[in-house]
Structures are given as structure tokens and as C-alpha cells.
């Protein structure tokens, strides 16, 4: 039997209701906040990630999904959206038509990692992207709306975490002071550290491996070496956070080590999920629409995985979904009534009533349990002398009352029917 690829999962039509609640919620939260749809392609030109991405990152380095197409073009799937929607930016020139143009997207992605709990090689993720203005407003906007987000999924165990990378030149000043301290030190820290001394050092912070995290710990800390600029802005930040009662942390050990990140980060930390505690992750990217192409323009986003916000809903059980029913499920007592109960079911479709019927010759003790297995919320019996008369009888599942109707007054039944 060919299985799915690791790292994949089927979303099986139990598992269904859930998405599609948390797909609900994400609409309406970006859409009080006049965020508007895009979709882009799944796979782009590798050069897209390579350089939006940066090629120093573990997800350009290491986890792309890159192939040659036939004409020998090099393609990737995609592995994040910031890249793509940016690019669509650019191409279409939608920032000549708005000046802030503000979008949101609903995605799978693609990355080659090790499997584990909450991580996947094909993940979905939700996010949004604004750009068009340096404003910190617009930084605390997208915490804003993934907090609600996760808030009206009924999630409690959550840690806001943010920081500030201060603009280009900042960072640079800083970078030179990292590695003055790290200088007489660099030979203690792990492999993967040290060549990040030399390409990138900021994400030296990104290590998970102990030895690295207690020879940084002292390391003077970006945050307290931040331009006016940015103080102000992550004191607005800070400000509009506490006018809408979202705690936070300020860690300054959140550093995206990717130069077009400027200023905001920010994380957003399950306490539900294990090992993998990151539910949503973004920040402020005011040199990226130059860096692929488009005219300087600021810009901040975010990006929340699905698969690990709905592990942690399902360990805090945050939320419960209503069991799924049909209207009625039309039971067939006499067999030669198979194509009238195919044509009256049709006319109650058409008028959405959701019906459902046998199609497998069953007994009608068969029939009837079917239709306590779709939780039919009205049983419709066709057939014997009633039948012959005229008459259907329509029970109501979830009080066993019973009634007549007559067979050619369907409109009225089903405006009975929606009335209660
Ligand atoms: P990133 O784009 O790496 O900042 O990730 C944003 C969010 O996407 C993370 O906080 C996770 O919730 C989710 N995510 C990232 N990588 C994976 C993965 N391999 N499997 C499942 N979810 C992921």
C-alpha cells in the first residue's frame, strides 16, 4: 500500500470541523481589521526564497524543497509566504494603488525538516502582511490580531515575547560589540556558532545548544543599544500592547537573523504544544520590497502555524465543535420507491435541506440506524398505504413526535422545516 510522504498528514473529514472554525475565526479577526485575501502560487523561483529569505538561514540552507523543472528552471515550494506576497507586491504594483496595502493569507508550506510533534514538511500556515508604512502602530496591529486569533480559539497558556532589532546601522554597531565579547570566547562555542560568528552572528541567539546559550548570556543585550527611532517606536509598541490587556515579555534574545529584519519582533509561545512551543512568529521587514526588487518601502507581518495551534487547542481543550447532523434522512419502506426518494431528496436539496438517503438496499432497522449515525435531525418515511395516499411521515429525532405530510406540498414542509 503507497502511504503518505513523512512529514505529511492527511486531514481526514473528522478532523475537518476544526480547521474550518479556526479558518472562520482567522477570517473575521483579518477582516474587522480591513485585511484582504491574496493567493499565490505554491511553488516560485528558488532565487526568490534564496534572497528574500536569506541564504545564511536554516530554511534557504537546509530545508527547501527545490527541484528542476523541465525546462530546467530551478523551483522551490514554497517555504514561507513574506517572500511570495512581496513579490506579488512588486510585480503587480499594488502599492500604487493604496498606500498601505494590507493582506492575509491562509497557506500550506513546504520544508524539508526532521519530523517531529507540531512539526511537519508540509504545514499550513495563516499570516498577514502590511505594507506601506513605518508606522509601530501597524507592529502592534499584527500582535494584536494573532493574540485574538488565538484568544478566540480559547487558548489561555500563552506568552507574548518581543523585542527590537533596531534599524540596519544599529544592528552593525551592535554586530561589532558582539563580537568583541564573543571575540576570546569563540572558540568554546559549538561548530554551527562559530561559522555564524564569521556570516552572521546575530543568530548565534537562535542556538539551541547549551554551551552557546551560557557563553551569550552575558553578551550585551541589542535592546539596550537601540536608535532613538527605535526606542520611540517600541515604546508605542509597548503602549498600545498594554492598552489592550496583552501581557508580554520583553526577550531580547528574540533576534531573526536576517538583515532585511528591522525593529519589532515578536513570538507568540504555547505552554501546550511540548518542545515546539512557537505558535506564531513575525516582526518588521523594511528593507525586503528593495531587496527584491521594488522601491524602499516599510513593511511589518506575521506568520501562526495551524497544525501546532490546534495541537495546543486539542491539549488545553479550548474549544468543542457542535457534532455534525444532517436535516433529514429519508427512509425508504417499500424498495420500488428508490428513484422517487432519489427525485424528492434532489427538491429538498435544492432548497438547502441537506438530505440523505440509502443507496445500499438496506432493511429499514438498517436505514434507521444510518440515520442515527449521521445524527439526522429528522426522519422521513416513504412508503405503504400512506404512501399510496399521498402521506409521508415525518419524525423528529430528537423529541420522536411524529406527523403527517402530504407528499406534494414539499415547499411548505420545508419552510416548516427551517422554522424550527
Ligand atoms: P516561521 O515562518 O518559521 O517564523 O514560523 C511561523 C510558525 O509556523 C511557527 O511558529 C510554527 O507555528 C509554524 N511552523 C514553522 N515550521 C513548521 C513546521 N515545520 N511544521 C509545523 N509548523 C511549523
Known amino acids: 500500500m503507497i502511504k503518505a510522504v513523512t512529514g505529511t498528514k492527511d486531514i481526514l473529514p473528522a478532523d475537518i470541523p476544526k480547521w474550518k472554525y479556526l479558518e472562520e475565526n482567522v477570517q473575521r479577526v483579518f477582516q474587522n481589521f480591513n485585511y484582504k485575501d491574496i493567493r499565490t502560487p505554491v511553488f516560485e523561483e528558488t532565487a526568490l526564497f534564496a534572497r528574500g529569505i536569506g541564504e545564511e538561514t536554516d530554511i534557504v540552507g537546509k530545508e527547501m524543497y527545490t527541484f528542476k523543472d523541465r525546462s530546467d528552471t530551478s523551483l522551490t515550494l514554497k517555504p514561507e509566504m513574506t517572500a511570495a506576497v512581496v513579490r506579488a507586491y512588486n510585480e503587480h504594483s499594488l502599492g500604487a494603488q493604496q498606500s498601505l496595502v494590507k493582506l492575509f493569507y491562509i497557506s500550506p508550506m513546504f520544508r524539508q525538516e526532521r519530523p517531529q510533534a507540531g512539526r511537519f514538511r508540509q504545514f499550513h500556515q495563516f499570516g498577514a502582511e ?28 500563552l506568552t507574548v515575547k518581543i523585542n527590537s532589532l533596531g534599524t540596519p546601522e544599529t544592528r552593525e554597531n551592535y554586530k561589532k560589540l558582539l ?92 505552554g501546550s504544544v511540548g518542545a515546539q512551543t512557537a505558535l506564531c512568529g513575525g516582526g518588521r521587514y523594511d528593507l525586503l520590497i528593495e531587496t527584491l526588487g521594488g522601491k524602499p518601502t516599510p513593511a511589518t507581518g506575521f506568520a501562526a502555524g495551524i497544525e501546532r495551534i490546534l495541537l495546543a487547542c486539542e491539549n488545553e481543550k479550548s474549544f468543542s465543535i457542535p457534532e455534525h447532523s444532517i436535516n433529514v434522512y429519508i427512509v425508504r419502506i417499500d424498495n420500488k420507491l428508490e428513484s422517487v426518494i432519489s427525485e424528492l431528496a434532489g427538491k429538498l436539496r435544492k432548497e438547502n435541506v441537506s438530505v440523505d438517503f440509502d443507496y445500499l438496499q438496506r432493511s429499514v432497522k438498517a436505514q434507521m440506524r444510518e440515520a442515527n449515525k449521521l445524527n439526522a435531525r429528522y426522519v422521513l418515511f416513504l412508503g405503504g398505504d400512506e404512501y399510496n395516499e399521498g402521506i409521508m411521515n415525518l419524525k423528529n429525532m430528537s423529541n420522536g413526535t411524529e406527523e403527517k405530510i402530504p407528499i406534494d406540498l414539499i415547499r411548505e414542509f420545508v419552510a416548516k422545516l427551517k422554522q424550527r
Open 130 to 157: 502590511a505594507i506601506g508604512s513605518k508606522s509601530p502602530l501597524l507592529d502592534a496591529e499584527m500582535i494584536q490580531m494573532s493574540y485574538e486569533i488565538l484568544v478566540s480559539l480559547g487558548l489561555k497558556k
Open 179 to 270: 563580537k568583541e565579547f564573543l571575540e576570546d570566547k569563540k572558540d568554546k562555542l559549538s561548530e554551527d556558532s562559530r561559522r555564524r560568528f564569521e556570516t552572521n552572528i546575530l543568530r548565534i541567539f537562535d542556538s539551541k545548544v547549551e554551551s552557546d546559550q551560557k557563553l551569550i548570556k552575558d553578551a550585551p543585550k541589542l535592546i539596550d543599544h537601540l536608535d532613538e527611532e527605535s526606542k520611540n517606536d517600541f515604546e508605542v509598541v509597548k503602549e498600545q500592547l498594554k492598552k489592550s490587556n496583552i501581557p508580554f515579555e520583553i526577550d531580547p534574545a528574540l533576534v531573526r537573523g536576517l538583515d532585511y529584519y528591522t525593529k519589532l519582533t515578536f513570538e507568540i509561545d504555547s
